[in-house]
């Protein structure tokens, strides 16, 4: 995944990707063909510009597949794939709107995220602002009076002066550490080596639970749909190694598919794989006693999605009030750092 490429696949429909997959998936249920309701939807949204309008309108009349529009409309790859998938097991109803769905979820738990973070973020930029003038005005000041009363700061006041002016740095070297993480991290997603790349990002803190889980949301879920729609396990394995979207995707089915040539069952081969959740395999095995394997992993995989969505929403949560906690001790720091030396001051004068 290259950030840059998602990026230049930004979707073309803006905020009205959802909306599209879900009206699309209306106009099917009641007997519009695909290429009456794309037709028909296409020329709806305004944010769309005539060229690429009609762009799509010729993929449409020259018999392009869903997927192949979607992916020209900018999609991102996750939603592709599903589609794709979804032509060939016959759940396009579903898939459409689970697919909006899960749209719908990313846009909202973003805003929630952006939105819980915005406040914060004003406050530390105050605060950095307060604390560049404290150090280029009001401290050399108190310098240049301790020193014509022939004095010095002492005790708290000391500490206290010392530590602003080794915040800035302290803060300089912050950013230089996440701007580090961050070059990292771009560095792994656009790794060649997937097994390798898998492995490291499965094992990253915070960032494995969030790879490891949509990783297993895409996986179970797709399966699942193909099981349902009578498909044996070897023909999906096969399906999922040959497509050309997903690299994970079809390193997960490769090694399963190795594991399963040396005798294990689906439950076991899962239960060998790092990049699914352990709890997948458990669920699998109950599914093979009572013969809803794909009932189960379509279970599982929104089971995961909530999930993700819980513990994205539970960090939200937890970091505003402890930026604001950390802002508030800082800034009574500052506050006793212009109070205390006043004080001493005027002490040392008494």
């Known amino acids: 995944m290259n950030i840059f490429h998602m990026w230049r696949n930004s979707n073309r429909l803006g905020k009205y990707d959802a909306h599209f997959l879900m009206k699309v998936a209306d106009l099917l249920e009641v007997g519009f063909t695909l290429k009456q309701a794309l037709v028909f939807l296409i020329e709806q949204y305004d944010v769309l510009k005539p060229q690429q309008q009609d762009e799509y309108l010729d993929m449409v009349n020259s018999g392009g597949s869903l997927s192949s529009i979607l992916k020209a409309m900018g999609y991102r790859d996750a939603i592709v794939i599903q589609v794709s998938f979804a032509e060939i097991h016959g759940e396009v109803l579903a898939n459409l709107r689970d697919s909006s769905a899960y749209l719908k979820n990313v846009r909202q738990t973003t805003a929630k995220l952006v939105k819980s973070l915005q406040y914060?973020?004003?406050?530390?930029?105050?605060?950095?602002?307060?604390?560049?003038?404290?150090?280029?005005?009001?401290?050399?000041?108190f310098k240049s009076l301790y020193s014509a009363m022939g004095t010095s700061s002492e005790g708290i006041v000391k500490m206290l002066i010392m530590a602003l002016e080794a915040l800035p740095l302290a803060i300089l070297i912050f950013v230089f550490a996440v701007i580090l993480a961050?070059?990292?991290?771009?560095?792994?997603?656009?790794?060649?080596?997937?097994?390798?790349?898998?492995?490291?990002?499965a094992r990253l803190p915070s960032i494995g639970f969030f790879f490891i889980g949509y990783q297993t949301y895409r996986f179970s879920r797709e399966f699942g749909y193909f099981l349902n729609n009578g498909l044996e396990v070897k023909e999906i394995l096969d399906l999922f190694i040959h497509q050309e979207i997903n690299p994970y995707l079809r390193h997960i089915s490769r090694r399963i598919e190795t594991k399963l040539l040396a005798g294990d069952s689906l439950s076991q081969a899962l239960a060998h794989i790092e990049l699914l959740d352990?709890?997948?395999?458990?669920?699998?095995?109950?599914?093979?006693?009572?013969?809803?394997?794909?009932?189960?992993?379509i279970m599982f995989s929104e089971y995961t999605l909530e999930r993700l969505i819980m513990r994205?929403?539970?960090?939200?949560?937890?970091v505003q009030p402890v930026i604001f906690v950390i802002l508030g001790v800082l800034i009574i720091c500052l506050y006793l750092i212009i109070v205390l030396p006043i004080f001493q001051m005027m002490s040392s004068i008494n």
């Open 120 to 141: 914060p973020m004003l406050l530390v930029a105050i605060f950095l602002t307060i604390l560049i003038t404290l150090n280029f005005t009001v401290i050399p000041q």
């Open 182 to 201: 961050g070059s990292i991290i771009l560095y792994l997603l656009n790794m060649k080596d997937i097994e390798r790349k898998s492995k490291v990002l």
């Open 278 to 297: 352990p709890k997948l395999s458990i669920f699998v095995n109950h599914g093979e006693q009572n013969s809803s394997v794909g009932n189960e992993l």
């Open 312 to 318: 994205i929403e539970n960090v939200t949560r937890k």
